[in-house]
């Protein structure tokens, strides 16, 4: 009888908890660690697919083909220092490409294509270390979560009138002083909502992480002087990032259910 295939999150998952334990290890290391992990041993085509997850981690500056400076080349691996941060820190797992968004969709399901389209494009360029591309996509992201969050609260709002007003003042207006619009109706009326984690989380997870990331953005597409962006900033705004959109959505959520008296 045939093995069950394991799938490739499978695959990463064991590799991973494998890294974690063995930082500096061969390739063949890897592969009878991964197979003790499953429990099983891997076929030809399961193989293949974690020779290229290693090529991946390598091309993303988690793993370098090194053990020292005597042991250099394949099939020697270890992780990098970078490799070694990211690793141990908990959270969104930036560093994987399918498992962020998986983990994305399972959080916010009626996540906006458009905002999945940026995101991906962010982690891709992380990985390959194009962190001025990474951040300037995370920015896009950002802002049309925020159109949604505006559209979704003015749509909201009673009477018409004023719904009618706090559009006028957001169309078409640049994001900084459309969301600026709609923090000061928002802030004069959140004690009418009734979920508590989204209002207070927003002060720190939307209005102080949609101000940054929209400043270091903006610092890259319209520079005066070049800004440094290093990989620890670009990875702690992606991993922020997530928490940021379930805020987001939570509100969304809420203002198409239920109207705001302003």
Not at 95 to 103: K, N, Q, R, T
Not at 200 to 227: E, K, Q, T, W, Y
């Amino acid at each position: 009888m045939n093995e069950h295939p394991i799938s490739t999150a499978d695959v990463k998952t064991y590799l991973f908890e494998f890294l974690k334990n063995n930082p500096s290890t061969q390739v063949a290391s890897v592969v009878g660690g991964v197979e003790q992990i499953a429990q099983r041993r891997l076929s030809d085509s399961e193989n293949r697919m974690l020779l290229e997850l290693l090529h991946e981690l390598i091309t993303s500056n988690v793993l370098m083909t090194a053990h020292d400076t005597a042991n250099t080349g394949w099939p020697w691996l270890s992780l990098t220092s970078h490799g070694k941060e990211i690793l141990s820190n908990p959270g969104p797992p930036v560093y994987d490409y399918d498992g962020y968004l998986s983990a994305l969709k399972k959080r916010i399901p009626q996540c906006d294509p458009v905002i999945e389209r940026y995101v991906s494009e962010a982690l891709r360029g992380f990985q390959s270390n194009l962190f001025f591309s990474s951040m300037v996509m995370l920015g896009c992201a950002s802002e049309k979560a925020v159109l949604i969050l505006i559209d979704a609260y003015i749509s909201s709002i009673q009477p018409a009138a004023n719904q009618a007003k706090l559009r006028s003042r957001t169309n078409k207006k640049e994001i900084s002083v459309a969301f600026e619009e709609f923090k000061k109706s928002f802030d004069a009326t959140k004690q009418q909502i009734t979920l508590v984690s989204p209002v207070n989380d927003f002060d720190a997870h939307v209005d102080a992480i949609f101000n940054f990331i929209r400043m270091v953005r903006n610092s890259i597409v319209h520079p005066g002087n070049l800004p440094e962006i290093t990989s620890a900033l670009v990875y702690s705004n992606l991993q922020q990032f997530s928490y940021y959109l379930v805020t987001i959505y939570a509100l969304v959520e809420y203002y198409r259910d239920n109207s705001t008296k302003v």
